[in-house]
């Protein structure tokens, strides 16, 4: 025991004092989250719009204001010909352009129909598609408000909510995502070169010959990882629900738990790692490319797993990420208990445990 | 103690008959990768306090047959025991009793010299309380007071080889294992690490080392030199001399290592 704690505080020596190893465990983190979580977003804000007004009546000035207020669109009020409009979708400056016929109250009020034309960027298909539901949602509402005044007529009005995310907020599904993720380079990368390091300074060789058991030598630089996680947890934790406003609906408590068992998962595949390979150059390489690209396709949070061909819909299903991708969204966004997430925790621990034995086992032959 | 002081009391070689207790007994000890003998049937016996020098070209064997006797690796067939361990069942209990150093060293560079010392001599079990003080007065010695809360990353080489060595003794092994430990070092240090080498064995510590440099050979007590995984020859410096007819180990060496037909 006493071995072991010198062990520990030896690890923690040296990463306090490795620039590299700090910047990995609170860098990434920082970078990824915010970088996928603004940037990787589906939803359309503040797109430029121009509303040709060819009306100027009761109407149609009731009906732009409501567009106005919406926080999806900047509108552009111009007095233009529709061969200017093409000129202004060509400079790239607008998204989406509005046209409001003469007489627009007029035939509303007479021929109980009037129309209004929307143009779309369509070299942007799903800004475009959004667009036209923005628009079509503000008009069909506005139609609601005057019928209601004027004669009732039948109608169905559907009520849609997307449950879970009443606002649309796309990054409540990106940020899940990118924190399995983080957690799966930075553990896997940090235990991984932590390994190797002494592999490459030859101090492994020292420590071999100690009476340290091999397999201390591996959980001693596991450990102090699986605590530093645990801070690194906290502080992806906290950038998610008060930067990027996921909510935090399920219970803290399973949260941690759940992600202690990924994160243990995550650091058993860098001790992996590290058996394979000799030089810190690799093993970062090994933990960051090949980690990353499977964990960004297979676990779902931007290419559905259900659109993708069988074959890779089963191959998901080895990808440590996607287990947690689904479990954090239970939890956080849900606020489902440990009833749900059951078969999660249990893929996840197995799967650590096979990487922890093949780990371990491999290790040993090394010494024979 | 100086080299000459201690060449003289050891010129006859062996120590008396009374107080030879060896503390490494191999016999026949071999170790194949595959198809390949990497050690091939040697026998010796090294004693307590004794400067056993272990020579040979790259790849002649020399730190297979030291990973075998320090628990690094399981010898393939042949008997050895190491401080009365037997290296097959007993690699644990060996481990305790040896201290180890190899070329590349094994400070942690991104760590004190004080904090080195502690974490080894907490690997190794030493008492904490014990740690503390002995540590201090390891530092004083070694004259690194200054530089003892300092990164062992900017000490000369010299003294980091130094400090490596203290290190490896720190525990009070009963022997300990050199792996070319004066690689790269200039003479003048490579002298002061003999000093402290003599001084360890005067106490009683057993030294095994493995090494390139021929002068470093001469201040050995017994000196084996291995070609191609056999021992060619094993005596006191100035007997192989005398055997060999030559004048310097150097020339012993060449004319035993030139038969060596495995290439490195």
């Given at each position: 025991m006493k071995q072991f704690l010198a062990f520990i505080t030896k690890e923690f020596y040296h990463?306090?004092?490795?620039?590299?190893?700090?910047?990995?465990?609170?860098?990434?983190?920082?970078?990824?989250?915010?970088?996928?979580?603004?940037?990787?977003?589906?939803?359309?804000k503040n797109a430029d719009i121009i509303v040709i007004d060819n009306a100027k009546d009761d109407d149609s000035e009731k009906l732009i204001n409501k567009l106005r207020a919406s926080t999806y669109f900047t509108i552009y009020e111009k007095q233009i010909g529709y061969n200017a409009i093409e000129k202004e979708f060509k400079k790239g400056q607008i998204k989406a352009?509005?046209?409001?016929?003469?007489?627009?109250?007029?035939?509303?009020?007479?021929?109980?129909?009037?129309?209004?034309?929307?143009?779309?960027?369509?070299?942007?298909?799903?800004?475009?598609?959004?667009?036209?539901?923005?628009?079509?949602?503000?008009?069909?509402?506005?139609?609601?408000?005057?019928?209601?005044?004027?004669?009732?007529?039948?109608?169905?009005?559907?009520?849609?909510?997307?449950?879970?995310?009443?606002?649309?907020?796309?990054?409540?599904?990106?940020v899940p995502g990118v924190m399995a993720l983080v957690l799966m380079i930075v553990c896997t990368a940090l235990t991984s070169v932590a390994v190797v390091?002494?592999?490459?300074?030859?101090?492994?060789?020292?420590?071999?010959?100690?009476?340290?058991?091999?397999?201390?030598?591996?959980?001693?630089?596991?450990?102090?990882?699986?605590?530093?996680?645990f801070v690194n947890l906290n502080f992806i934790l906290l950038l998610a629900v008060f930067v990027m406003k996921v909510p935090m609906q399920g219970s803290i408590l399973l949260f941690f738990f759940f992600s202690m068992i990924f994160i243990a998962t995550s650091l058993s595949?860098?001790?992996?790692?590290?058996?394979?390979?000799?030089?810190?150059?690799?093993?970062?390489?090994?933990s960051m490319i090949g980690m990353m690209l499977p964990t960004i396709v297979f676990s779902g949070f931007i290419f559905p797993l259900e659109n993708m061909p069988k074959f890779f819909q089963w191959f998901s299903y080895i990808v440590p990420a996607r287990w947690y991708y689904t479990g954090v969204k239970s939890i956080m966004l849900k606020g489902l208990d440990i009833h749900y997430i059951w078969k999660e925790m249990v893929a996840l621990s197995m799967m650590g445990t096979f990487f922890l034995t093949i780990a371990i086992s491999k290790f040993k032959i090394r010494l024979a | 103690m100086n080299i000459t002081e201690a060449n003289i009391t050891n010129n006859n070689g062996l120590l008396s008959?009374?107080?030879?207790?060896?503390?490494?007994?191999?016999?026949?000890?071999?170790?194949?990768?595959?198809?390949?003998?990497?050690?091939?049937?040697?026998?010796?016996?090294?004693?307590?306090?004794?400067?056993?020098?272990?020579?040979?070209?790259?790849?002649?064997?020399?730190?297979?047959?030291?990973?075998?006797?320090?628990?690094?690796?399981?010898?393939?067939s042949g008997q050895a025991s190491v401080a009365g361990f037997d290296v097959y069942h007993k690699q644990e209990k060996i481990k305790k009793n040896i201290?180890?150093?190899?070329?590349?060293?094994?400070?942690?560079?991104?760590?004190?010299?004080?904090?080195?010392?502690?974490?080894?001599?907490?690997?190794?079990?030493?008492?904490?309380?014990?740690?503390?003080?002995?540590?201090?007065?390891?530092?004083?010695?070694?004259?690194?007071?200054?530089?003892?809360?300092?990164?062992?990353?900017?000490?000369?080489?010299?003294?980091?080889?130094?400090?490596?060595?203290?290190?490896?003794?720190?525990?009070?092994?009963k022997i300990v294992f050199l792996d070319e430990p004066t690689g790269g070092v200039d003479p003048i240090t490579r002298r002061q690490f003999w000093d402290m080498i003599y001084e360890a064995a005067s106490r009683g510590i057993t030294i095994f080392v493995t090494t390139h440099y021929m002068d470093e050979a001469e201040y050995c007590n017994r000196i084996t030199i291995m070609v191609d995984g056999k021992i060619e020859a094993l005596d006191t410096p100035g007997n192989l001399k005398r055997i060999y007819n030559e004048n310097s180990i150097n020339d012993v060496f060449y004319k035993l290592a030139r038969k060596a037909t495995r290439e490195e």
């Open positions: 990463v306090f004092r490795d620039k590299k190893t700090l910047l990995i465990l609170f860098g990434i983190p920082l970078m990824q989250i915010t970088l996928f979580g603004f940037a990787l977003t589906s939803e359309v352009a509005i046209i409001i016929p003469p007489k627009f109250n007029n035939d509303l009020i007479k021929g109980k129909k009037s129309q209004i034309q929307i143009l779309t960027d369509g070299t942007e298909p799903n800004v475009a598609k959004m667009l036209v539901q923005y628009i079509t949602a503000i008009t069909m509402d506005y139609q609601r408000e005057i019928n209601a005044t004027n004669s009732p007529m039948m109608m169905i009005i559907p009520e849609i909510r997307m449950l879970y995310n009443e606002e649309g907020n796309g990054s409540i599904n990106f390091r002494e592999k490459e300074l030859g101090t492994m060789e020292a420590l071999l010959v100690s009476p340290f058991k091999p397999i201390g030598v591996l959980l001693a630089k596991a450990l102090p990882y699986l605590v530093l996680s595949m860098g001790l992996l790692i590290s058996n394979i390979t000799d030089s810190q150059q690799v093993a970062l390489l090994l | 008959k009374e107080e030879k207790e060896p503390v490494i007994i191999c016999k026949d000890l071999t170790k194949k990768f595959g198809d390949f003998v990497a050690v091939d049937h040697i026998t010796f016996e090294v004693n307590k306090g004794e400067i056993f020098g272990f020579l040979g070209a790259n790849g002649a064997g020399k730190t297979t047959a030291m990973r075998m006797l320090s628990g690094l690796i399981y010898p393939t201290g180890y150093m190899s070329q590349r060293f094994s400070l942690y560079d991104n760590l004190s010299p004080l904090e080195n010392i502690t974490f080894y001599g907490g690997v190794y079990g030493v008492p904490r309380k014990e740690i503390k003080e002995r540590s201090r007065l390891l530092i004083e010695q070694l004259g690194l007071q200054n530089e003892a809360n300092k990164l062992v990353a900017s000490l000369p080489l010299g003294w980091k080889q130094k400090l490596a060595f203290s290190v490896a003794i720190f525990h009070e092994p």
